[in-house]
């Protein structure tokens, strides 16, 4: 079993609608949770960052965890198409020791 | 301010051939990462730097890879001998402290084995 598992999609929703990304993991020892944005041909980007269950806001990106669950979402509303990208959960123990899903590659149709 | 810089962004060699690719991090980031990334995957860690130590290194596969960062700035991954498997993006990251979540990532090597 992977440690983080993530819908590699591909996804593709129409401009203005409302993008709902999800990951799980294995290891309730996870404390630290991490959306990143990858672009064609470029590296990951931090996007959201988390440490404790519930949500946190940010713009127009909401990310939530569910500890029970071991259960992560990144929410994007009115979603643009230069939000078109590859979208990475993470997981860390520690802060620095991520463990990457394999990423949901999103498309927005203007 | 310039992000982490990583050379060359395409390498196209033959298989058994020795291939070497260049990170040159944020200034002032202590910790450096290695990592790759295979298509339609998350990024492997490959490597973690604190300044010149190598302190997490094991998942790098040392018997054709190696790394090294002298002086605790620039850093160096190669591959001896490649192998078609390696076909792959080695991307560099680089954090300012150790505990920090946030990584800086370069646009990576893209790596082409024949």
């Known amino acids: 079993q992977k440690e983080v598992e993530q819908d590699p999609g591909p996804l593709s929703v129409p401009e203005g609608a409302i993008v709902s990304l999800n990951c799980t993991y294995s290891n309730s020892a996870f404390q630290y949770f991490m959306w990143y944005r990858q672009y064609s041909r470029k590296g990951p980007e931090l996007l959201m960052y988390t440490y404790s269950s519930g949500n946190k806001e940010d713009g127009r990106f909401t990310a939530q965890v569910d500890k029970s669950s071991k259960y992560i979402s990144l929410f994007i509303r009115d979603s643009q198409p230069s939000d078109s990208a590859t979208y990475l959960c993470a997981v860390s123990l520690n802060n620095n020791d991520m463990r990457f899903g394999a990423g949901t590659r999103l498309t927005v149709k203007p | 301010e310039a992000g982490v810089v990583q050379s060359p962004r395409y390498k196209i060699i033959e298989k058994k051939q020795p291939v070497a690719f260049w990170c040159n991090p944020i200034?002032?980031?202590?910790?450096l990462y290695w990592y790759l990334q295979n298509l339609g995957q998350g990024p492997e860690l490959l490597i973690r730097y604190e300044n010149e130590e190598a302190v997490d290194d094991s998942q790098l596969p040392k018997d054709r890879f190696s790394a090294e960062r002298l002086k605790g700035v620039d850093s160096t991954l190669k591959i001896q001998p490649a192998e078609l498997g390696d076909s792959a993006v080695y991307l560099c990251a680089s954090s300012l402290l150790r505990t920090s979540n946030e990584q800086f990532f370069g646009p990576g090597t893209r790596l082409t084995v024949l």
């Open positions: 200034s002032g980031h202590n910790t």
